[in-house]
């Protein structure tokens, strides 16, 4: 208690600059605005605060009272600073802000033109500051006096040529500027932008929101009424008053700058043009990616839904789009352009290396080295073959009877990807606006060897459709995906886990699995720059009901089987919410909740081993190990099983919030809380404890801790030390305990959330 309390007097002491302001000066400590208002102004508080974001300077920042930024600004103009003082200012500090900092009647002007901006004309504002000598202090106080604004009584194009006239007559009667409106200097400027912005779209390629003035008339009411005309500027180029359509589309598949640009090779396919040396990209599969078409108005719209739609290929580096006016002009007196669209390939071959760092349960560790070919437009359609290698070796860092255990794992994986919906069925290329969907196939074969253990080989096939809807919104469906798993080389120390747990022998006997997989993702983290992001994503996986009606049974009443194989039966679903609060410089709060459940029926009363959830590791709860919290309240302790297997349940649920916050360059900070555990639906005889309740809350898994990021151009390495505060292994009345002296350090790539 004595050291908090001279903590307090430090921290205060520190902190008070008052014998740091120079002789005569005074520390400036803000402005307050009072406004008299006409009877008449609506929201006259709504106005106070809209004129107080327009005040200057801004004082000196306050936390609890006292003013930190300011001390240390102080205690580095000392001659021996030191280094604290300095670091904690090169953080916090700040600058003092004195009264002679202070424009009153520059101010004044600001607010009064703020004002007549706004409709209230003929306004008023005075000053006065408030000196206190002692506390070498002043304030000052901003007065205006507000009359009644002035409002629209009609709105109406005035002097507007043809073609122009009748273009934007529509869009004026759609106007926001209605009867009783107030002048308003800044919603006149966002009309003179929709206007532009809907004249671009009807073909108006020279037109500028500048081309385009308000003029008010009040001569003929008494009562602050106004007449708001739209007009035309004087001496605007006549080429900026006429629409614009294309008359040729010219495409480049495989530009480049520093071939020869006499190409000879030229095809015309579906009213455009397409120039290349040889046939790098098939038009007919190009074609669909190009929403420009010859004839049509220019759309600035149109043109960047081409670019992002040519973007998505995933084939080219440089997506550009140009137009050329012509001399000539149309019959229909229109403009003519040329639209050039240039295509500049990627590198046809690509090798990427990634070598990981493997964390597991139980202290299982190890290198992972991945190794991926890709060969972009293979059958020059925009095709891409992805070639993975995986090998992983994991050892566990432990003593006694777990020691000497190791893991390898060797993988192999084909995927080939069409920019173009593969299907029997045909479907129009206008179907999906925003983006093509991409075909995705593949297969995929990996052999797991555990020493001591058993040895577990798989493969996967896997048919499906990936698109955008539009910005935030992604969808995937895959209407064919096939698993094989088959366990063989047991040890007897294994088997005996086996027989004693009926449950994982369940999940590994189920073979084959061949399902429906959809996700829906609306990803509103792309707006980085809002206050308010959203992510949501909702997965659906269900198997084995179409297989179920060519199964048969091997013997009354066991499961079925197809092609000589048990296979599994589930339905299982997800929802992964996030929010990010994001203020001051680079500041994020960042929270998730997830929810999973799986359920098993039919031919299988237990979820695959590979489709069972687990908890704990580096993006889920990090004061635990990947895989070792849960199921409930099992707790492995002094059991040999735990060394053989990882823990997993079919109910999975967790909840995280970060705080992330800048340090210096490219690292950045963050300090964490997490919480979440895993369940089964039934009570499983080799893990106690683990059947989900109605007291799940005091069965959560939670710990905090600190982390170190560095963030470099979107590529982020985390490490991340966390401890946990609340252990639901332990039992009831011993589980709130901060383990800080056994902290878990997760490495990884990528922020958690």
């Known amino acids: 208690m004595l050291f908090s309390i001279s903590f307090a007097i430090f921290i205060a002491q520190s902190c008070a600059v008052k014998k740091y302001i120079p002789e005569g000066a005074l520390l400036y400590t803000g402005a307050t605005i009072e406004v008299n208002a006409d009877s008449l102004v609506e929201n006259p508080s709504d106005l106070k605060t809209e004129l107080e974001t327009i005040l200057r300077p801004e004082p000196n920042s306050k936390f609890l009272g006292l003013r930190p930024g300011l001390h240390y600004y102080y205690k580095v103009q000392q001659e021996k600073p030191g280094f604290l003082n300095k670091w904690l200012y090169k953080q916090f500090g700040e600058e003092p802000v004195y009264q002679s900092d ?41 007065t205006v006096q507000v009359p ?86 004087a001496e605007v180029p006549q080429k900026a008053i006429i629409p614009y359509r294309l008359e040729r589309v010219t495409i480049y598949p495989d530009y480049d700058l520093t071939k020869d640009s006499k190409i000879s090779d030229d095809e015309r396919y579906n009213n455009k043009t397409y120039i290349q040396d040889s046939v790098f990209f098939k038009p007919e599969h190009l074609d669909p990616f190009i929403t420009l078409k010859e004839g049509q108005l220019y759309s600035p719209v149109t043109s960047k839904n081409t670019a992002r739609r040519l973007s998505s290929i995933g084939a080219y580096k440089f997506v550009n789009i140009q137009y050329k006016e012509t001399d000539s002009l149309a019959e229909n007196g229109l403009g003519l352009l040329e639209a050039n669209i240039y295509l500049s390939p990627l590198n046809k071959r690509a090798i990427r290396a990634e070598l990981r760092a493997v964390t597991k349960s139980n202290n299982f560790a190890g290198p992972a080295l991945v190794l991926t070919y890709s060969n972009r437009n293979l059958f020059k359609g925009g095709e891409t073959l992805n070639i993975s290698t995986k090998a992983g070796y994991e050892t566990q860092i432990a003593s006694g009877n777990q020691a000497g255990l190791s893991s ?13 919906v593969i299907s029997p069925f045909k479907i ?114 269900i198997a084995g009901n179409s297989v179920s009606l060519l199964g048969k049974e091997k013997e009354p009443g066991t499961p079925k089987e197809f092609l000589g194989l048990e296979y599994a039966q589930y339905a299982k679903a997800d929802i992964d919410l996030r929010y990010h609060f994001n203020f001051g410089k680079e500041q994020t709060v960042a929270t998730r909740l997830f929810a999973g459940y799986g359920l098993a029926y039919g031919n299988s009363d237990v979820l695959p081993f590979t489709k069972q959830y687990y908890s704990g590791g580096p993006y889920s709860v990090r004061a635990f190990r990947i895989r070792s919290l849960g199921p409930g309240t099992y707790n492995e302790q002094g059991t040999e099983e735990g060394a053989f297997f990882d823990q997993t349940g079919n109910i999975r649920l967790e909840a995280n919030i970060e705080y992330r916050f800048p340090i210096f360059g490219f690292f950045k900070g963050a300090v964490f809380t997490d919480a979440g555990n895993i369940w089964n639906s039934e009570e499983n005889p080799a893990l106690p404890g683990g059947k989900f309740s109605g007291d799940f809350l005091s069965e959560l ?53």
Request: proline content about 5%; aromatic content about 16%.
């Open 148 to 233: 009644t604004p002035y409002k629209i009584e009609t709105y109406q194009i005035d002097s507007v040529p043809s073609p122009l006239y009748e273009a934007l007559k529509a869009s004026v009667a759609e106007s926001n500027f209605k009867k009783d409106i107030r002048f308003d200097l800044k919603a006149m400027k966002l009309e003179r932008e929709r206007l532009d912005a809907m004249l671009k779209r009807k073909g108006y390629y020279n037109f500028n929101s500048d081309f385009l003035i308000f003029e008010a008339d009040s001569n003929r009411y008494d009562n602050k009424r106004i007449d708001l005309f739209l007009k035309l500027k």
């Open 701 to 753: 898994g939670m710990g905090a801790g600190v982390g170190l990021r560095v963030d470099v151009q979107g590529f982020v390495i985390r490490l991340d030390l966390a401890a946990p505060f609340h252990d639901p292994a332990q039992p009831k009345g011993q589980r709130f305990d901060f383990e800080a002296d056994e902290p878990i350090l997760n490495f990884a790539i990528g922020y958690p959330f």
């Open 408 to 420: 390898l794992e060797l993988g192999l994986e084909g995927e080939l990807i069409f920019p173009r």
């Open 428 to 541: 129009s290329a206008d179907f999906f606006e925003y983006s093509i969907p991409k075909t995705i196939t593949s297969l995929g074969f990996d052999y797991l060897n555990r020493s001591k253990l058993y040895t577990l080989l798989s493969a996967n096939t896997l048919f499906g459709y990936v698109w955008d809807a539009n910005r935030f919104v992604t969808h995937k469906v895959n209407p064919i995906s096939v698993y094989y798993t088959r366990l063989s080389n047991t040890t007897p120390e294994f088997q005996k886990i086996l027989d004693d747990n009926p449950f994982l022998q369940r999940s590994f006997d189920q073979e084959f699995i061949s399902g429906l997989t959809y996700s829906f993702t609306y990803n509103g983290l792309v707006d980085a720059g809002k206050t308010h992001n959203f992510y949501a994503n909702f997965t659906f996986d």
């Open 102 to 142: 202070v424009k009153p009647y520059e101010i004044e002007d600001i607010l009064v033109n703020k004002l007549e901006n706004n409709g209230f004309f003929y306004s008023l504002a005075t000053s006065s500051f408030t000196e206190d000598q002692e506390a070498k202090e002043a304030a000052i106080t901003y």
